[in-house]
Each structure stands twice: as structure tokens, then as C-alpha cells.
């Protein structure tokens, strides 16, 4: 089982940042890859980020040059600097690690950008 705990989400302003944190703990030994995702209201779940052990990145578009994902491999910890939010980026954002096929989420940290 893998734990994964999320923080630093918020209400900012436009044109704001954000950090957020998630830390896994429990059996995280062969974990690769690591991502955010997010969910605003009404819609689906989409991919905001991911990064693999070796730091190989991948963002959605709609972040590209705003986001930047980036982990810390000793404490088990991925991080999203967020700059320049709009009020598109609202949404419940979701830490998310796969581990021998079986998908594991956090509990998701709401982030709200006021316009």
C-alpha cells in the first residue's frame, strides 16, 4: 500500500502562485513515476504533470510555462510550483504514483484563484 499526502493548496489572486506538496509513505520502494492531477467542478479529471525518478517531465498544455513539477527522491515527496494562476486553474488537485498497475491517490487539496 502506498500513502500519498498532499498540502499547500489555497484561494489566491490572479497572476498568484502556489506551492503544493505530496509525500508518499508506506511500500513506495520501485515507485517511477509521479504526477498531479486536477479536477474543477463539472468536469473530468485531467493530467497537470507528471515526473519519472529521473526527473523526465511531462505538462499538459494548458501549464506549460506556468507549472513546474519537480521531486525530491530522499523524502519521497513530488512538488507543483504553480505561477501566473488564472481562474481556469481552479480545481481539487490530485497527487497520483502507480505501483505494479495499481493506481494510488491522495486525498486532494483544493486550489481556488480568485479573477
Known amino acids: 500500500q502506498v500513502q500519498l499526502v498532499e498540502s499547500g493548496g489555497g484561494l489566491v489572486q490572479a497572476g498568484g502562485s502556489l506551492r503544493l506538496s505530496c509525500t508518499a509513505s508506506?511500500?513506495?520502494?520501485?515507485?517511477?513515476?509521479m504526477g498531479w492531477y486536477r479536477q474543477a467542478p463539472g468536469k473530468q479529471r485531467e493530467l497537470v504533470a507528471t515526473?519519472?525518478?529521473?526527473?523526465?517531465?511531462n505538462y499538459a498544455d494548458s501549464v506549460k510555462g506556468r507549472f513546474t513539477i519537480s521531486r525530491d527522491n530522499a523524502k519521497n515527496t513530488v512538488y507543483l510550483q504553480m505561477n501566473s494562476l488564472e481562474p481556469e486553474d481552479t480545481a481539487v488537485y490530485y497527487c497520483?504514483?502507480?505501483?505494479?498497475?495499481?493506481?494510488?491517490w491522495g486525498q486532494g487539496t483544493q486550489v481556488t484563484v480568485s479573477s
Open positions: 497520483n504514483t502507480q505501483l505494479f498497475s495499481e493506481a494510488y
Open positions: 508506506g511500500s513506495i520502494f520501485g515507485i517511477n513515476v
Open positions: 515526473i519519472t525518478r529521473l526527473n523526465r517531465r
